[in-house]
């Protein structure tokens, strides 16, 4: 059982920046493919950056691309998203996601969360205008 912990929300102005953590432990499959995930207020859980660090392919909501960066370190046990010039539609729930490695191509190429992801808690980003 994977167990992910969000960290580095907050509430700023727009224009202003905000990098979130995510820490995963409890392995038992690989960390190579995980993202990011957002919720706005009374709206769906929507998909904003994915990466697969076996190789190195990431992939971004058009609403955020030149924006946010999404990268791991630590083996991939923590995944962080840059996010930069934040603007008010960028308010919402943030949820980190390990995908499966049998759905991470999928997952790349189109954002939206396979069967059986594990998630974590979320932490809320709120910016002003």
């Known amino acids: 059982h994977v167990q992910l912990v969000e960290s580095g929300g907050d509430s700023v102005q727009s224009g202003e920046s905000l990098k979130l953590a995510c820490a995963a432990s409890?392995?038992?499959?690989?960390?190579?493919?995980m993202g990011w995930f957002r919720q706005p207020p009374g709206k769906e859980r929507e998909g904003v950056a994915a990466i697969d660090s076996s190789n190195g392919r990431t992939n971004y909501a058009t609403s955020v691309k030149g924006r946010f960066t999404v990268s791991q370190e630590n083996a991939g046990n923590t995944l962080y998203l840059q996010m930069n010039s934040l603007k008010p539609e960028d308010t919402g729930m943030y949820f980190c996601?390990?995908?499966?490695?049998?759905?991470?191509?999928?997952?790349?190429?189109?954002?939206?969360?396979?069967?059986?992801?594990?998630w974590g808690q979320g932490t809320q980003v709120t910016v002003s205008s």
């Open positions: 409890g392995r038992t499959y690989s960390y190579d493919c």
């Open positions: 996601a390990v995908v499966r490695p049998r759905y991470c191509s999928e997952y790349l190429r189109s954002l939206q969360a396979p069967d059986f992801t594990d």
